[in-house]
């Protein structure tokens, strides 16, 4: 497996541990149609919440500090309209009324194996 496809399901295993301290139930991971994916369904009371997850490595990215690295800025319009798709699937599916948009960056350090999470909510997609 490629070193940014581990760090990508590290992310997505912190993420899901963060939603859950959070009192969220993941109800789904890897949602996938032909045309995109959602990364984790969660439920928050009558609300539920797409989350996409972002991650990035200080190794990989030069050792820098997590203030500089922008995972977010990988969440680009052609990403997020693909996304509203396979949301649109999922809510008609499985008859969703109350539904948002999350991001979930993960900020992973693999030297002190620690990892520092921004959740970013209610994200608008437009498209």
């Known amino acids: 497996m490629a070193k940014h496809n581990e760090i990508g399901k590290l992310g997505e295993q912190i993420a899901c541990d963060f939603l859950k301290k959070k009192g969220l139930v993941i109800v789904d991971q890897n949602f996938y149609k032909p ?32 203030e500089t690295i922008r995972p977010e800025e990988n969440l680009h319009y052609h990403k997020m ?30 030297k002190t194996h620690s990892a520092q999470v921004k959740w970013i909510k209610d994200i608008i997609l437009d498209g």
């Open 35 to 66: 045309y995109g994916e959602i990364d984790i369904v969660a439920r928050e009371n009558d609300l539920v919440r797409f989350v996409e997850v972002k991650s990035v490595s200080w190794e990989t990215e030069g050792n820098v500090s997590y």
């Open 81 to 110: 309209k693909r996304l509203g798709r396979v949301i649109q699937s999922y809510i008609i599916s499985h008859e969703t009324d109350e539904w948002v948009f999350d991001l979930v960056c993960v900020y992973i350090n693999e």
